[in-house]
DNA sequence: GCAACTTTGTGCACACGTTCACAAGCGTCT
DNA sequence: AGACGCTTGTGAACGTGTGCACAAAGTTGC
């Protein structure tokens, strides 16, 4: 299955729940694209490679494709997750509800502040980042999520991965490296935030060209 | 210049700003390429979109390329920065330093929630919702943090439009739909989180089919 | 000044992802 | 039963992105 397949399933997967709280039985690839943002013929090519789950004349059945999507994406066990790094975004991540409902379950609170220690947060305590191992041994953690400052971001990916985690969620702004065979997906805010610029600026600069070439124009006119 | 390398420049320049604290003055792109974890032959196709700014047989100027990029991303300007909604992430991201450091000021905090109003959060006052028209006008705002629940986010959006924002950076799990000419970029947590759980059944599932087939592979010996 | 070495910038081939367009299949209506 | 309308699933064309490989261009050493 294709990369970019996958990082759409769950956007789907949304697409879908919220029709079926609104009690929608059967969607058509049309429906189901246009509420999940894509083209209809790039929805039916991702749900093909799940299967041939649709009718057609009719459509898709809406639970029954919620399932397969699911299930595909490995949703029907739950994921047991470690947060490391309890700062602002920390804090954010661990009382985030979006996770629970989705299967993921924060099972660990990690930092390496020892004043932090003991701390309550979302109903769990803040342990040290010295039980980093026990605590993914025990708890049989595949998941870390790291929000720690970006100087910390390699060491504690190293500790993750020696420990057995095989999944990272990077929110530092660091490039790490991890070995072969570990997931490493990176969420960076403001390198969001610059390529929005990057297009705010062509906008501005787009204006101004045509400006410039309105005066090129005008100039022309007066000396032609 | 392609997309995907405007997606990549804040990378490089994180990259040449690590390098630039540490004394270095110059940088092969095989060295910087490494830093940056990318392919030498993409960084070097990448910065050829910028111009001509290696010099053969030495490498780039570490300064001098920094600047570049600054330029072409727009960040030699600062941009007045409007997040909207207050909860947990939104906090985070006010507090965030990384924005601030890289040209982002954070100009207005927003809420729709009465009981938050006048609270002070990283220095700026939690200001009403209502006044969203206002502020954005007043303060010269382009770009908007979407950090509401998704219910809110579609007319969260609309408003940022109409008050004049042409860049959104969306937080909230809800697809939002925004008319031509307006940049929208989402960030989704629990989405990356799919991903990687994804990746990690597979690679289970992987193991139990390598199984699978070695059980085929004995049965297949003991029966022959 | 020239040869040897290093590194950039880029043409080219290939892989990946997207979109169009349409045949195949299902339901409905007469 | 057969014709008709609708929607899926997919082959094929297209566009974008990646990576190799090498000529061009610079530096260093003698």
Redesign the pocket.
């Known amino acids: 299955m294709?990369?970019?397949?996958v990082a759409?399933l769950p956007l789907y997967l949304r697409a879908l729940t919220t029709l079926a709280e609104r009690g929608v039985a059967t969607?058509?690839?049309?429906?189901?694209a246009a509420s999940a943002g894509?083209?209809?013929?790039?929805l039916?090519?991702?749900?093909?490679?799940l299967?041939?789950?649709?009718?057609?004349?009719?459509?898709?059945e809406v639970d029954f494709l919620r399932h397969q999507i699911t299930r595909e994406i490995g949703l029907t066990q739950d994921w047991a997750v470690v947060i490391v790094g309890i700062g602002n975004l920390g804090h954010a991540l661990a009382n985030y509800g979006g996770f629970a409902s989705r299967g993921f379950r924060i099972a660990a609170l990690v930092d390496a502040d020892p004043t932090r220690l003991g701390e309550e947060v979302a109903g769990l305590n803040v342990r040290s980042a010295d039980d980093l191992e026990q605590i993914v041994h025990d708890l049989g953690i595949a998941i870390g999520v790291v929000a720690t400052p970006a100087r910390a971001a390699q060491l504690v990916c190293d500790r993750l991965v020696a420990a057995g985690v095989t999944s990272i969620l990077n929110f530092a702004p660091a490039i790490v490296q991890v070995p072969e065979g570990v997931d490493l997906r990176k969420v960076d805010l403001s390198t969001e935030l610059q390529i929005l610029a990057y297009h705010e600026q062509r906008k501005n600069g787009a204006a101004l060209a045509l400006t410039a070439e309105q005066a090129a124009e005008l100039a022309e006119a007066v000396n032609g």
Not at 38 to 42: C, D, E, F, H, M
Not at 44 to 49: E, N, Q
Not at 51 to 56: A, E, F, K, L, V
Request: glycine content about 12%.
């Open positions: 294709p990369e970019a397949t759409r969607v058509s690839s049309e429906e189901l894509v083209n209809s013929a790039k039916r090519k991702d749900l093909s490679y299967g041939s789950y649709g009718t057609r004349g009719v459509g898709y």
